[in-house]
C-alpha cells in the first residue's frame, strides 16, 4: 500500500533538521581547511620556486668556473710543449725542423677539442709562427705565406705585457674580421700565456681564441629550467645573453642606442641591489630577481676592458675582482604567481559551487546520505579490486620474474614508441646491448641457482650506472638491453663506457665462488638507413660479437 505523500511531513522536517545540523559545520570546516590548504599551497609553492630560481643561478656559475679553469689548462699544456719551446730563439735544443711537429701537434688538438677557433703562437714581434683555424669543423694548418703579423692588437700586447706564468683572459666579446663585427655574430673569449727561453726573456705567446657560444649555450640550455628569463650580463651590465637577441651584444655597437640595451636601463632599481653585492635574491614590482657573480679569473690571471675595434688599443688592465659577469634569474610577477591566481580563481568556482549544492541539496543530502555513502563505498572497493589487479597483471607482464627488471616485451614496446616519437628527429634514439662473460661457467661449475645471484646484482648494477632516463631490461639469459633516448653517438659512448667501467670493478660473490665483473657491451645510434627498432639491435648486437671478438670485456659502437 502506497503511504500518503502528506505521511511524509514529520520525515522530511526531521530530515531537514538532520541536514542543518549536518551541513553548518560542515561548511564551517570547508571554510577553515580551504583557508589552511591554500595559504599553505602558495607558500609552498613560492618557497619552491624561489630554491629552483637559485638552484639554476649556482649551476651556471659552477659551469661557467669549470669552463674556464678546462681551457686555462688546455693553454698550460700547449704552452709547455717541448718541441714547442725548442723553437724559442736562444734555446739550446733550438731545431726548426721541430716546427712542422708542433703544428700537427696543435691540429691534433684542435680536432680533439673542438671548441678553438684558433690556436696560435706568436713570437715576439707578434708575427705568428704558426696558427691552427677550425675551419667550421674541419681544422687546417694555416701555410706560413697566409700568417699576420698581430703587434697591435689589444690581445697580443696586453698578453706580452704578462710576467713568467701569468695569463691573459680577453673580455667575452664578438670576434671582429676587416674592421666590422663578423655576422653571424661569433663570441669569442681569448687566452694567452707568454712563454720565456732558459735566459728567462719572453719570447712570443700561445693564444687560444675560445668559442663563447659553448659556453652561452650551455648558459642557455641550464636557463630553461627557469620560470622566467636566465640573463648573463658584463661588468658594465651589457647583455651577453638578453631576454631577446636585439639587446644582446650592445657594447660592440657604440651608438646612443646601444646605452638603452642594458640590465641598468630596463631595471634600475634592480640593478643598484645587484651591484652592490656577489650574490642574492630579492623581489621588486617588477618581479623575482635572483643572481650570482662569476669571477672568471683566479690569481695569477689578468685581463683587460678590451676594444671594439680590430687595432685598438685597451683603456686598461683588469686584475682577477675587477673581471667578472653578472648571473641574473629574472622571473616577472605575473609568471612568479601565476600558479597561485590561477589556483585561487579555480578555488573560489569551487567554493561558490559547493555552497550552492550543499543549500540546494541540503534536505535531500541527509536522507540519502546513508545509502549514498554505502553505493560509493562498494563501488569504490569494486574500482579499487579491479584496478589493483589490472595493475597487477601489468607488472606481471611487463616485469622479469628473476631481476626485477623491464622483460623482453617492455623493452620491444617501449623501443617501438620511442622510434615512433624521435625517428628521424635530429636526437637520435641509442641503445646498449650488454652480455655478461663467462655466465655459462658459473652455471655449469655452481649450478644455476648460483647464475640467477650473479644476473640479479647484475641487473640492479646495470641500474645503478647508467643514467635516470635509460630504461634496463633483461631479453634473456644473460643479455640485458639499455634503452638511451635523446642519445648522439658521443653520449652513447660515455654511458656505455660508464656502466662498462662499473661492472669491471664488480665482484659477486657466490656459494663456493665468485664472478668478477666481465661484460661484452654493443652500442648503437639511430642513423636515418635502419628502418625500424630491430635493425638499431641488429647494429648493437654486431658491437657485441666485436666485443667478443676483440676479447670480451670491453665496449664496441657499431
Not at 669549470?66 to 724559442?88: A, G, P
Not at 677539442?113 to 694555416?142: C, H, W
Not at 655597437?253 to 631595471?267: E, G, I, L, N, V
Not at 639499455?482 to 667501467?501: Q, R, Y
Request: hydrophobic share 40%; aromatic share 10%.
Amino acid at each position: 500500500m502506497k503511504k500518503n505523500i502528506h505521511d511524509d511531513k514529520i520525515d522530511t522536517l526531521s530530515v531537514m533538521q538532520g541536514a542543518l545540523v549536518f551541513i553548518l559545520p560542515l561548511l564551517a570546516i570547508a571554510i577553515i581547511l580551504t583557508l589552511t590548504f591554500y595559504f599553505s599551497r602558495t607558500q609552498a609553492s613560492t618557497n619552491l620556486s624561489f630554491s629552483a630560481e637559485e638552484r639554476t643561478v649556482n649551476q651556471q656559475l659552477n659551469n661557467i668556473t669549470t669552463d674556464i679553469r678546462m681551457i686555462t689548462t688546455d693553454l698550460r699544456f700547449l704552452s709547455s710543449n717541448m718541441h714547442l719551446k725548442s723553437l724559442l730563439p736562444d734555446m739550446p735544443t733550438k731545431n726548426r725542423s721541430n716546427l712542422s711537429m708542433v703544428q700537427q701537434e696543435f691540429l691534433q688538438f684542435s680536432k680533439a677539442k673542438s671548441i678553438y677557433d684558433q690556436i696560435r703562437f706568436l713570437d715576439v714581434s707578434g708575427m705568428e709562427t704558426i696558427r691552427i683555424n677550425f675551419n667550421a669543423g674541419d681544422p687546417s694548418i694555416v701555410p706560413s705565406e697566409k700568417l699576420q703579423n698581430k703587434k697591435g692588437r689589444y690581445y697580443f700586447d696586453d698578453a706580452f705585457a704578462l710576467n713568467k706564468d701569468e695569463i691573459f683572459v680577453s673580455p667575452l666579446d664578438l670576434n671582429i674580421e676587416n674592421g666590422q663585427v663578423e655576422q653571424p655574430h661569433k663570441p669569442m673569449i681569448r687566452f694567452a700565456m707568454p712563454l720565456y727561453n732558459l735566459q728567462n726573456t719572453k719570447s712570443g705567446i700561445v693564444l687560444l681564441n675560445y668559442f663563447g657560444s659553448y659556453l652561452l649555450d650551455r648558459f642557455k640550455e641550464q636557463g630553461l629550467s627557469s620560470l622566467g628569463s636566465s640573463l648573463l650580463l658584463n661588468h658594465s651590465g651589457y647583455y651577453l645573453i638578453g631576454d631577446s637577441p636585439d639587446k644582446e651584444w650592445g657594447f660592440m655597437f657604440p651608438d646612443q642606442a646601444s646605452q638603452k640595451k642594458t640590465f641598468a636601463h630596463d631595471h634600475p632599481e634592480a640593478w643598484m641591489k645587484i651591484i652592490d653585492s656577489d650574490r642574492g635574491q630579492f623581489e621588486t614590482a617588477d618581479g623575482l630577481f635572483t643572481y650570482a657573480t662569476a669571477y672568471p679569473l683566479n690569481a695569477g690571471m689578468k685581463s683587460s676592458s678590451g676594444t671594439g675595434t680590430a687595432a685598438g688599443q685597451s683603456e686598461l688592465m683588469l686584475d682577477d675582482n675587477e673581471y667578472y659577469w653578472k648571473i641574473i634569474s629574472f622571473v616577472p610577477e605575473n609568471i612568479l604567481y601565476a600558479e597561485q591566481t590561477k589556483f585561487k580563481q579555480v578555488l573560489w568556482v569551487f567554493m561558490l559551487g559547493f555552497f550552492s549544492l550543499i543549500v540546494l541539496g541540503s534536505w535531500k543530502l541527509s536522507l540519502s546520505r546513508y545509502k549514498h555513502k554505502q553505493a560509493e563505498k562498494k563501488l569504490k572497493l569494486k574500482t579499487q579490486d579491479l584496478f589493483d589487479s589490472n595493475q597487477k597483471l601489468e607488472r606481471l607482464a611487463a616485469t622479469d620474474d628473476l631481476t626485477g627488471l623491464a622483460n623482453r616485451r617492455f623493452a620491444m614496446q617501449a623501443l617501438n614508441q620511442l622510434w615512433e616519437e624521435k625517428f628521424p628527429q635530429i636526437k637520435p634514439l641509442a641503445c646498449v646491448l650488454v652480455d655478461a662473460d663467462h655466465f655459462k661457467e658459473i652455471n655449469d661449475t655452481y649450478g644455476h641457482d648460483a647464475g640467477d645471484i650473479v644476473l640479479r646484482e647484475l641487473a640492479t648494477q646495470l641500474k645503478f650506472s647508467v643514467r635516470t632516463d635509460d630504461i634496463v631490461c633483461r631479453l634473456g639469459g644473460d643479455e640485458f638491453l639499455i634503452i638511451c633516448p635523446n642519445t648522439d653517438k658521443e653520449g652513447l659512448l660515455l654511458v656505455a663506457k660508464k656502466m662498462h667501467d662499473h661492472i669491471e670493478n664488480l665482484i659477486i660473490k657466490i656459494p663456493g665462488g665468485a664472478w668478477h665483473g666481465s661484460i661484452s657491451v654493443g652500442a648503437a645510434v639511430q642513423i636515418p638507413t635502419m628502418k625500424n627498432p630491430e635493425d638499431l639491435i641488429k647494429a648493437a648486437d654486431n658491437g657485441v660479437y666485436k666485443a667478443k671478438k676483440a676479447g670480451k670485456n670491453c665496449v664496441k659502437v657499431a
